[in-house]
């Protein structure tokens, strides 16, 4: 509640599951928004990622995400996307992953489709302090697509949870959202605090 009139809530969640060399990975995120009454945010992504090892580091990624938007003039947008992975480390303290991708943008908005291709950069990065119950984390994607209206477009999020038990988290994240073209940069930027389960 970030004035009297307006109230916001925000459902994120992501689970992998592994399985000798291959491993599933799911996200997706919901919000809602209203303002005296009245419905001003509305829009939800689903995001699911299919990783097959080669090494104990090395991985190559396929991967699909779904978002819909009922207030922005993009009200509709699939990326499909593949390329290859490094994971730094994965252990009971935590991981650190960059996938880089060659991806394919579909558009819906204002009774238009628009298809594009761009190169993509992805990070996932978690560590536990050593000796302590808080945790670090971030997560990004970045694409540079490959036509002349847009420069980059980046989604990201950095925090520190704080583990009140062995399901129970405390967050407290920040989230950039960036899109650079036409010689304008346009950010939304957003400050939460959360009460998450982990499993």
Do not use: C
Not at 12 to 17: A, D, E, F, I
Not at 51 to 68: C, I, K, L, P
């Amino acid at each position: 509640r970030n004035q009297n009139d307006v109230d916001e809530w925000k459902l994120k969640g992501n689970t992998r599951v592994e399985h000798g060399r291959w491993r599933h990975v799911l996200s997706g995120e919901l919000e809602r928004e209203t303002k005296n009454d009245r419905k001003v945010e509305d829009n939800w992504e689903l995001e699911y990622d299919l990783d097959r090892f080669f090494t104990e580091h090395w991985f190559w990624r396929v991967g699909v995400e779904q978002a819909e938007d009922e207030f922005e003039t993009v009200d509709r947008q699939r990326i499909v996307g593949t390329g290859p992975g490094y994971r730094f480390w994965d252990d009971e303290l935590g991981r650190f992953e960059l996938i880089g991708q060659y991806e394919r943008f579909q558009l819906r908005g204002n009774g238009q489709n628009t298809q594009f291709d761009a190169y993509g950069l992805e990070w996932d990065y978690k560590r536990l302090l050593s000796g302590t119950r808080f945790e670090l984390y971030s997560t990004a994607q970045m694409a540079l697509p490959l036509i002349d209206q847009v420069d980059y477009v980046f989604e990201g999020e950095a925090g520190v949870r704080y583990r009140v038990n062995e399901w129970a988290r405390v967050s407290l994240l920040y989230e950039l959202n960036q899109f650079r073209g036409l010689g304008q940069t346009t950010s939304d930027r957003q400050y939460l605090l959360g009460l998450g389960v982990g499993w």
